[in-house]
């Protein structure tokens, strides 16, 4: 029998490219390493704060309590485990001006599906969100792939990466339905300050959008500024805010993240969007149940002590950070970090020789010093770029030392 061969149909999301650009450019960088240098690989383009810190050895023991306890083993419902709930709530309550109740919490698998989450909860037709730049990758790579419009306002660096208020009002229309802030910024390095927030918060309320407040670095600060969760504005403005356990319990492989709805007056339950998350979760998959049933006691026994030990490291590696950065001519640091993993520097190319941009800098770096950086258009902000200080001080100055040294060795000729 003869048959006619068919085409095939299928293709790949072009879409999907998006997705992938952070991870792609980490993978081109790696594999521009030159293999036949000696030296130690070092990676200065992503923060693990795994590979610096440990988590407290009470963590581990409530993970054990949980498994050990049988009591954990079944499936979980969609919004996460009543008792670990309770205890976010509680735990978030101390620094709001009301009390979240435990059906203000929804357990995620870490913060990036708690992304993926909300984008899809809020992409309709036509509809555009606002995400800030410099940014982080997920939010604008989630928001194309569930067909929201992407539209960026603007951090200033010479004003401490504060919002332009401006931008935001600029940017925004009929169809713009929230608005993202990351505080503690990431990949920026700075922490909102109260008034600024405000500032935020009514113009968000001017504007008719909701806020998505990132704060997966939330109480990792070792500046002038304390955080200031947004939900503390929760009257002015409805307020999702993401959370997890990665960053101040050092755990980013329990992937246990957390979406709160931050809004006394019940707007989320109006509008519908409370359902569609609820709906959301019913059909994602759920983080693990012995992880969710530690929670009560990582949140109740951890000592304030362990979070300060943390916090200490971070401002020591912080410090060299900066420090050794302003011994570099071509590379400037508007702000010394106060929060986060990460900091903000920018590239002066026209100090340096062949150098294009800061893809072109990254490439070379990586292949000339083993030492990985990613560009700032991986963020959204060309001829920057985003540096983590996550990581052992002798290592950081080591990698550092090295990126002095190309850009003296790219210099240009006097």
């Given amino acids: 029998m003869n048959h006619k061969t068919r085409k095939w149909n299928f293709k790949g999301n072009e879409e999907q490219e998006l997705v992938i650009s952070m991870n792609s450019a980490l993978r081109m960088l790696e594999e521009n390493l030159n293999k036949e240098d000696q030296k130690p690989s070092i990676f200065l383009g992503y923060a693990d704060p795994a590979g610096i810190f440990q988590t407290d050895p009470l963590a581990a023991d409530a993970i054990a309590d949980a498994v050990r306890s049988f009591q954990f083993n079944y499936y979980p419902p969609a919004v996460g485990v009543l008792e670990a709930r309770r205890a976010i709530a509680k735990h978030l309550s101390c620094d709001l001006p009301y009390q979240l109740s435990p059906d203000d919490v929804f357990l995620t698998l870490g913060s990036i599906q708690a992304i993926e989450i909300i984008t899809s909860i809020v992409a309709q037709p036509g509809a555009n969100i606002l995400l800030p730049r410099p940014g982080y990758p997920p939010y604008e790579a989630n928001a194309v792939s569930n067909g929201l419009e992407v539209r960026q306002f603007d951090l200033i660096p010479e004003k401490g990466w504060e919002v332009d208020l401006d931008s935001v009002e600029a940017v925004a229309d009929d169809n713009t339905v929230a608005m993202v802030m990351i505080n503690p910024c990431n990949p920026c390095g700075n922490v ?18 909701f806020v998505i407040s990132d704060e997966a670095f939330g109480l990792v600060t070792f500046g002038s500024n304390p955080f200031v969760p947004m939900g503390v ?35 989320f339950e109006e509008s519908g969007v409370l359902e569609s998350l609820i709906s959301c979760l019913s059909i994602s998959p759920d983080p693990a149940t012995f992880i969710q049933g530690a929670i009560p006691q990582m949140i109740e026994k951890t000592e304030e002590g362990f979070f300060s030990k943390t916090i200490e490291k971070l401002k020591e590696t912080a410090d ?22 990460f900091v903000m520097v920018q590239l002066n190319l026209s100090l340096l020789e062949d150098i294009d941009d800061d893809m072109d800098f990254c490439l070379k770096l990586a292949h000339e010093e083993s030492l990985i950086v990613l560009p700032g258009v991986a963020v959204g902000l060309k001829n920057w770029l985003p540096i983590t200080f996550a990581i052992e001080p002798s290592v950081l100055e080591d990698g550092l030392g090295r990126m002095k040294a190309f850009c003296h060795r790219h210099a240009k000729k006097q």
């Fill in 233 to 267: 504005f929760g009257t002015i403005v409805p307020v999702l805010t993401i959370g997890t356990l990665s960053k101040r319990w050092v755990v980013p492989g329990w992937r246990l993240g957390w979406i709160v709805t931050n809004e006394p007056n019940g707007f």
């Fill in 320 to 341: 060299i950070c900066y420090d050794r950065i302003k011994e570099i001519p071509c590379i400037t640091c508007p702000t010394k970090p106060e929060g986060s993993m």
């Fill in 192 to 209: 909102f300050t109260y008034q600024h927030l405000k500032q935020v918060a009514e113009t968000a309320r001017k504007l008719g959008v």
